[in-house]
């Protein structure tokens, strides 16, 4: 299974952009998917999740301004973000949760994609 980001770049500060990922691969079934982040010096930090159902979960410093959201068909899921700020520049990484068998799950990642906000 491969996952690969697409969507960085450059924005200006207050500004939008969207991160996309594409999974591909032998796939029967995506259970969660996400979006983490890296910035330099920091901690990798989830950004926000999505299930198979479409239930979602943000990281306290994006809600209200990220918006995830997934094709299931597609097996993609994007990373909308709004009002970006300074502090969101980082590597983004796409994950996807499959399962394994009946009692576990796996969890692959992409190479990251990363952008810079401009004030």
């Known amino acids: 299974v491969q996952l690969v980001e697409s969507g960085g770049g450059w924005v200006r500060a207050r500004g939008s952009l969207k991160l996309s990922c594409a999974a591909s691969?032998?796939?029967?079934?995506?259970?969660?998917m996400g979006w983490y982040r890296q910035a330099p010096g920091k901690q990798r930090e989830l950004v926000a999740q999505?299930?198979?159902?479409?239930?979602?979960n943000y990281a306290d410093s994006v809600k209200g301004r990220f918006t995830i959201s997934r094709d299931n068909g597609k097996n993609t899921v994007d990373l909308q973000m709004n009002s970006l700020k300074p502090e969101d520049p980082a590597v983004y990484y796409c994950t996807a949760l499959l399962p394994v068998n009946r009692y576990y799950e796996f969890e692959y990642w992409g190479q990251g994609t990363q952008f810079t906000v401009s004030s």
């Open positions: 691969g032998s796939i029967c079934r995506i259970n969660d």
């Open positions: 999505i299930t198979s159902g479409g239930s979602t």
